[in-house]
T-cell receptor, first 111, second 116 residues
Framework: QKEVEQNSGPLSVPEGAIASLNCTYSDRGSQSFFWYRQYSGKSPELIMFIYSNGDKEDGRFTAQLNKASQYVSLLIRDSQPSDSATYLCAGWKTSYDKVIFGPGTSLSVIP | NAGVMQNPRHLVRRRGQEARLRCSPMKGHSHVYWYRQLPEEGLKFMVYLQKENIIDESGMPKERFSAEFPKEGPSILRIQQVVRGDSAAYFC??????????????FGEGSRLTVL
């Protein structure tokens, strides 16, 4: 069983819509979760991190964490064509532990 | 304040040659991670190093691959006798010391290895 799983997509949404990206993890010891965005041919960049159950909002982005269900999600409101990228979910336990990435979900925002 | 520096950005090798990829962490960071990304795939963990110490190498292939992070100088990922399957983007990331670490990784631009 993979430690972090995501739907590979591609996920297509029209411009202005809400994009919903999902991630599940298998290690209950994981404490913090991260969403990275990666444009084609570029390095990953951090969008959000979350470590408490519930929602965390930052601008157009909302991360949601449900530790009981071992589920993490990222909502992107008012999607823009510039949001078209691959979104990587990652989990981390504690210091001296590696960060584990999911396979990524490709998002395409259609103008 | 320079970010994570990787070089070379692009490297072409013929089968059987050696590839050496270098990574200098962000200023003030003492931990380095190497990840490999095959085309259209996610980031696969390879190795996690502290200066002069390998913390976790569970993702490193047992043969041909090695990594170091010496007291002075950059971290180096070395691939001996490269094969076509080694063609990938190799990303380095750094983080501060454990006490100040939140799990966030700061990535370099990556080194893209092509094996002919």
């Amino acid at each position: 069983q993979k430690e972090v799983e995501q739907n590979s997509g591609p996920l297509s949404v029209p411009e202005g819509a809400i994009a919903s990206l999902n991630c599940t993890y298998s290690d209950r010891g994981s404490q913090s979760f991260f969403w990275y965005r990666q444009y084609s041919g570029k390095s990953p960049e951090l969008i959000m991190f979350i470590y408490s159950n519930g929602d965390k909002e930052d601008g157009r982005f909302t991360a949601q964490l449900n530790k009981a269900s071992q589920y993490v999600s990222l909502l992107i409101r008012d999607s823009q064509p510039s949001d078209s990228a691959t979104y990587l979910c990652a989990g981390w336990k504690t210091s001296y532990d590696k960060v584990i990435f999911g396979p990524g979900t490709s998002l395409s925002v259609i103008p | 304040n320079a970010g994570v520096m990787q070089n070379p950005r692009h490297l072409v090798r013929r089968r059987g040659q050696e590839a050496r990829l270098r990574c200098s962490p962000m200023k003030g960071h003492s931990h380095v991670y190497w990840y490999r990304q095959l085309p259209e795939e996610g980031l696969k963990f390879m190795v996690y190093l502290q200066k002069e110490n390998i913390i976790d190498e569970s993702g490193m292939p047992k043969e041909r691959f090695s990594a170091e992070f010496p007291k002075e100088g950059p971290s180096i990922l070395r691939i001996q006798q490269v094969v076509r399957g080694d063609s990938a983007a190799y990303f380095c990331a750094s983080s501060p010391e454990a006490g100040a670490y939140t799990g966030e990784l700061f990535f370099g631009e990556g080194s893209r290895l092509t094996v002919l």
